[in-house]
């Protein structure tokens, strides 16, 4: 309140009860959450708040483990505060919600990087013994590890940071390899050659959730195999059918082609030679050979005609395995959606390849090794590569040219734009490869059921948060094919497999594997050696009878364990299994959610959570995907220093977390604003509360209507409220809160009763009574702010209450549900729209100046509410009842000391009846 420039004489100030804290407006976020997160860390926080909820109902939340490599970005601080949200949350419910945080530290992402400093050194990998390169990935992981749960703290994450789990501890490794030795010992595994995803630039097989996909151009080439053997069509013998691909790479490992068996195919001439095609593909096949026209006079193909029909492969002149005639097979795949409507099959290099020529007895011959080149004893090609190089599959490449020079390339242009698989970590192209590999069976029965059965069973059973993430997941488990464990790699751990020599039987003996378990405790990966091997076969085995397996792994499988070694061990006893919780991002459909319930399925028989919560991904402030050369990427380190953590987290919970969401400049400025209004509520609070206690209080059935009013929107907000957490619907629990304070609190209960705390008696009732509710509310809304403000929260309540315990310690507010009364809700709802439309009438008249304040309004009503101070609720001079709508201004004079227009003041500066009672004593 300030004085206008016709103030009286006589000053008041003094008289007035103002509001008095030390708690400052200016927040100064990035200076004070350090300090009041040391005074935590070094209070040991978390292990007091573990105490104090001991022997609670538990919520257990399992963190899904990043990696180990890099700083924090906008991503994981999202999900980190989600988390904390979720944890602070039902902990506030009063549960017992510990918090393990988590790393994933083996795999691909910490062997590459640790390869690329051995490349700067141009040191190569392959000379280091396998021991001290996994040392240094260890390190490697380690120091990110370190560094990464600095920047996390500083979040104010409240969790288990001085004892993480990590993926590469020991007992942790050892898990591992128990959880893997349940599954060959209930026969769920298995080692067979099938295409996988093989990266020819990290020399491994990938997991599906390894590999991104980019637009490319490739080039795409149509190579005529000339038919040799037509029993069922003789005159096709001459004649040559057609192929179309865009990885000509894959020519050279071609065993067979495929027709299909509904598509309509015909035989032209063109330039003397005869060629086989589908009909509906004849304009764009003509296209790409540069033909307009052609000969038809061999007419359609007659059904069957390609039955039994055999092919030779255009390089047949260099003998050895070009030499064989290519068999023609019906292929149920085989479409006119591109090409010719003929496909060549390679079985080492195509799913659909591979199982339909094992269904006619062809077998892979593995020609392309793991770098990407030929074997070098393959007749064509041998020892060149690799075969993802653009230029080695050009039309003036290598193949292009042969195959031109052997009459059997018709057309090749470098100009095909289509989708293709990435690494996501090298960024390279990858290709399907048969090798030999170990696989855990979607559909064999065990224990009366499938893995495919018991996984789609268990989602069934899953609440998932949003709900399309439970036919995300079905989808991607009923479709998928059997899982490929196995790694070609160094850093992960090992499968701990003895596989009879001559056979791909592995040694299945409980004594065996409980020493390698044993041995993988004691030392970790490293355990796994050939110089223990003879001693975990133990007396009854010999060493030269057996192979050791030497892959490693998929880094999938590691953390679909971490359920077991996390929440099983008994390392951390205040955890349980299952997890209520599973959180992480959409994108871990395809990862951590479905290996995990996999792998829970397959030794526990149903999933290792309760539910499963989805987030989207950050995008910049035009809804752009974040990137280091576009220069739009947030980083959540630097905002924290310049703004502080607690307006990152109050992003992270206003925005639709759920779907893909925004974060720019013009944003974090809205929520500053957000921000900064809530603060002044805690503010204006403990202002107006200054010097209250126990003593003043006043009992709810004597308060005045406003009042009890107020604790029945309370009341009504703290349902809602639990609803919202229930729901992990933090965005609208956000939402509630801040329309509370600012609609309901600063713009109308304040804003009223303001007049009352600066002016009435101190012991006044109604005064009394307001204090009274304004206490409930800070207590209240201290503890709602406190899972998302967490350092603002602990400053606004120990400037309260400084000798008092942390605010974090406290369970929910207790909300009497009796406050809640519809009929006076009704009834100040209707007020309340009647203040709205008074102010509409009265800010013309202030807008024009004609009028200061709405203190100098007598407004007309055409309502009766004669039980209430129409006057006070509206700030006006007077309210006449039952007369239309409308506003003048008073002749009424201004007290003095509460500046209110009265006809008691007998002149401007004088005091009205209330203010002389008060001033007098």
Not at 80 to 89: A, C, N, Y
Not at 174 to 202: C, D, N
Not at 510 to 515: D, E, F, H, L, Y
Request: charged share 25%; glycine share 8%.
């Amino acid at each position: 309140m300030t004085e206008p420039a016709d103030s009286p004489k006589q000053d008041y100030r003094d008289s007035v009860f103002l509001p008095k804290t030390d708690f400052p407006m200016k927040a100064g976020l990035p200076q004070k959450e350090p300090g009041i997160l040391a005074r935590w860390q070094a209070a040991d926080f978390y292990a007091e708040l573990r105490n104090r909820r001991r022997g609670r109902e538990k919520f257990i939340l399992h963190d899904g483990p990043p990696y180990a490599n890099g700083d924090m970005h906008i991503g994981h601080a999202l999900n980190h505060i989600l988390k904390d949200m979720v944890v602070r949350t039902q902990t506030l419910l009063g549960k017992d919600a510990p918090y393990v945080p988590g790393w994933d530290c083996h795999g691909l992402p910490i062997e590459w990087k640790v390869e690329e400093q051995y490349r700067k050194k141009k040191l190569n990998k392959d000379e280091v013994p396998a021991v001290e390169f996994r040392a240094e990935c260890r390190a490697y992981a380690q120091n990110w590890v370190d560094t990464q749960r600095e920047q996390l703290k500083r979040l104010g994450i409240n969790a288990d940071w001085d004892n993480p789990y990590l993926t590469m501890d020991f007992q942790a490794e050892a898990t591992i390899v128990a959880e893997l030795l349940k599954f060959a010992e209930s026969g769920q595994l298995y080692r067979g050659a099938k295409p996988v995803m093989w990266s020819p630039v990290e020399k491994t097989a990938l997991a599906e959730a390894e590999v991104e996909y980019e637009d490319i151009v490739s080039t795409q080439i149509d190579v005529a195999f000339e038919i040799v053997e037509a029993p069922n069509e003789p005159s096709l013998v001459g004649a040559f059918a057609v192929i179309w691909t865009t990885t000509p790479w894959t020519i050279p490992v071609n065993q067979a082609l495929a027709y299909g068996p509904e598509v309509d195919y015909v035989v032209s001439e063109v330039a003397g030679r005869r060629y086989i095609y589908a009909l509906d593909l004849e304009a764009a096949f003509l296209s790409r050979l540069g033909v307009e026209s052609v000969d038809r006079g061999y007419g359609p193909l007659k059904t069957g005609g390609l039955v039994d029909a055999f092919v030779r492969h255009p390089m047949h002149h260099l003998g050895g395995f070009f030499a064989k005639p290519r068999p023609m097979l019906a292929g149920g795949f085989v479409t006119t959606d591109s090409g010719t409507g003929l496909v060549h099959m390679s079985p080492d290099h195509g799913e659909d390849d591979f199982d339909l020529c094992k269904a006619n007895g062809i077998d892979p011959v593995f020609a392309v090794e793991g770098d990407g080149k030929y074997r070098a004893d393959w007749l064509w090609l041998g020892g060149e590569g690799s075969v993802i190089n653009p230029k080695f599959n050009a039309p003036d490449g290598p193949i292009c040219t042969a195959l031109r020079e052997s009459g059997g390339l018709l057309a090749a242009s470098a100009d095909y734009k289509h989708s293709y698989p990435h690494s996501w970590r090298s960024k390279a192209k990858v290709i399907y490869r048969c090798t030999p590999q170990w696989f855990v069976p979607m559909d064999k029965a065990t224990v009366g059921a499938t893995l495919r059965e018991k996984a789609v069973a268990a989602i069934s059973d899953t609440r998932f948060i949003p709900e399309k993430g439970r036919n995300r997941l079905s989808s991607m488990v009923e479709g998928r094919p059997d899982w490929v464990l196995s790694r070609q790699r160094a850093w992960g751990v090992p499968i701990t497999l003895f596989v009879k020599k001559g056979t791909n039987q592995y040694l299945d003996d409980a004594a065996v594997n409980a020493r390698i378990i044993a041995g993988v405790r004691a030392q970790g990966v490293d355990g796994w050696s050939e110089e223990r091997a003879q001693e975990y076969l133990g007396p009854d085995y010999a060493l030269a009878d057996y192979e050791r397996v030497t892959d490693i792994l998929d880094v999938w499988f590691d953390s679909g364990c971490t359920h077991a070694f996390v929440l099983e061990s008994g390392r951390w006893p205040d955890l349980q299994w299952p997890a209520d919780l599973y959180l992480e991002g959409s994108d871990q459909h395809r990862g951590w959610f479905q290996s995990s319930l996999l792998q829970s399925c397959g030794t526990r028989g149903r999933a290792p959570y309760n539910a499963v919560l989805t987030h989207g991904f950050t995008m910049d402030q035009k809804g752009m995907k974040m990137s280091k050369s576009l220069g739009n990427t947030i980083n959540p380190l630097d905002l924290m220093r310049d703004s502080g953590a607690d307006i990152l987290r109050l992003w992270a919970l206003t925005v639709d977390f759920t779907e893909d969401h925004r974060i720019g400049k013009e944003i974090l400025q809205g929520v500053s604003d957000q921000y900064r209004k809530l603060r002044n509520t805690f503010r204006y609070l403990l202002g107006a509360l200054d010097g209250f206690s126990d003593a003043e209080k006043v009992a709810v059935a004597d308060m005045p209507e406003l009042e009890r009013y107020m604790l029945h929107l309370l009341a009504d907000m703290d349902v809602k409220l639990r609803e919202a957490v229930d729901d992990f619907d933090f965005n609208n629990y956000v939402r509630l809160l801040t329309d509370f304070a600012n609609e309901d609190l600063s713009a109308f209960f304040f804003d009223i009763r303001k007049d009352s705390l600066y002016c009435d008696a101190a012991t006044d009732p109604k005064r009394m009574a307001y204090r009274t509710v304004l206490d409930t509310l800070f207590h209240a809304l201290v503890r709602y702010a406190a899972p998302m403000l967490v350092f603002t929260s602990e400053e606004v309540w120990q400037t309260r209450f400084p000798d008092a315990v942390s605010v974090h310690f406290s369970d929910w507010p207790k909300v009497d549900a009796g406050w809640i009364d519809t009929k006076l809700a009704e009834n100040w709802g209707r007020i309340r729209g009647a203040r709205m439309l008074a102010n509409e009438l009265i800010e013309p008249m202030r807008r024009n100046k004609e009028i200061g304040s709405s203190l100098e309004v007598e407004y007309s009503y055409p309502g009766d509410a004669r039980e209430i101070d129409l006057a006070e609720i509206f700030i006006v001079s007077a309210v006449h009842l039952g007369r239309e709508e409308g506003a003048v201004k008073t002749a009424n004079h201004k007290c003095g000391r509460c500046w209110r227009h009265l006809p008691e003041v007998v002149d401007d500066g004088a005091l009205c009846g209330r203010c002389a009672d008060v001033v007098g004593g």
